[in-house]
């Protein structure tokens, strides 16, 4: 099950990181994850009702951690995707997340199989394939500057799902629901300290739906990958998660009609391959 869950979580942060990047380049940052933030402890507070747990102490500390870290990589990364450029942008961040995470599996007492770790490798090749600009792009010139940020919000994505890996078995979904709560705890304070702040955050009406899928995908992203790491392993789930720009590029292929290349069609195929090989490994 954590293969399909690991899955899922890719999907689903996708589709939450296109629209999101979509909705920041007309809204600041900081308020559509503020938005899409409240939502998301929305739904997971309903998931609550369904899978629910006994978060220990630690847990609660732990997912406060983690809300937190992540919630600081998402305003990162959806500023540097405002600026355009979602190819390279989400590789950097989502390769960074994916090797800091499996490096703190592996460091932390997880071990992967020869087969694993071929599908790690070909996972991580099919991510930067996924979002490899055209050779005639200036996409890697004009964000160079925003590479850094980029590699920032991964290593913050990296520290909250180690923290996420640590949960008790017990925690249930409630350790997410105080993640969540953390999350959008600290927008409100963000937003609280901005000046104009007020003014800044009314949302245009053609924005709001965008915001609403960010927030649902984002949710269910977030519960996804963490019932994949209560049923697998933390590196296994954290790579299979690394693939989400792969749907993001799909989405921008679809809506906004960006060519697919030939790199793009090849990491379909290694991502197919990665799956594979990490549910027989």
């Known amino acids: 099950m954590h293969i399909f869950f690991g899955l899922a979580s890719a999907v689903a942060f996708g589709a939450s990181d296109f629209s999101g990047g979509l909705a920041s380049r007309r809204n600041t940052a900081l308020v559509v994850t503020l938005w899409a933030q409240l939502l998301a402890v929305l739904v997971v507070a309903v998931s609550t009702l369904a899978i629910s747990g006994e978060a220990t102490q630690r847990d609660v500390l732990l997912a406060v ?31 960074v997340a994916a090797i800091g995470t499996l490096g703190w599996a592996l460091g932390t007492g997880e071990r992967l199989s020869l087969l694993s770790a071929v599908g790690v490798m070909t996972g991580l090749a099919a991510v930067t394939l996924a979002t490899r600009p055209p050779a005639s792009s200036h996409e890697v010139t004009h964000h160079r500057s925003l590479l850094v940020i980029a590699a920032l919000a991964g290593v913050l994505f990296a520290i909250g799902n ?20 953390a999350s959008a705890g600290t927008l409100v304070i963000f937003w609280l300290c901005r000046r104009q702040s007020q003014a800044g955050s009314f949302v245009p009406v053609a924005d709001r739906a965008l915001i609403a899928v960010t927030g649902v995908c984002s949710a269910v992203g977030g519960m996804s990958f963490f019932l994949g790491v209560q049923t697998g392993t933390l590196g296994i789930v954290g790579v299979l998660m690394s693939l989400a720009p ?14 697919l290349t030939r790199a793009h069609m090849s990491a379909v195929g290694l991502a197919v391959v990665t799956v594979a090989f990490l549910s027989v490994g």
């Open 246 to 259: 792969l749907d993001t590029a799909l989405l921008a292929r679809l809506f906004l009609h960006q060519r």
């Open 65 to 95: 951690a983690a809300g937190v870290s992540q919630v600081l990589g998402l305003v990162l990364l959806y500023r540097v995707l405002s600026e355009g450029g979602m190819g390279i942008l989400t590789t950097v961040a989502s390769v």
């Open 162 to 181: 180690a923290f996420i890996g640590s949960f008790s078995s017990t925690s249930g979904m409630d350790a997410v629901l105080v993640l969540r709560m």
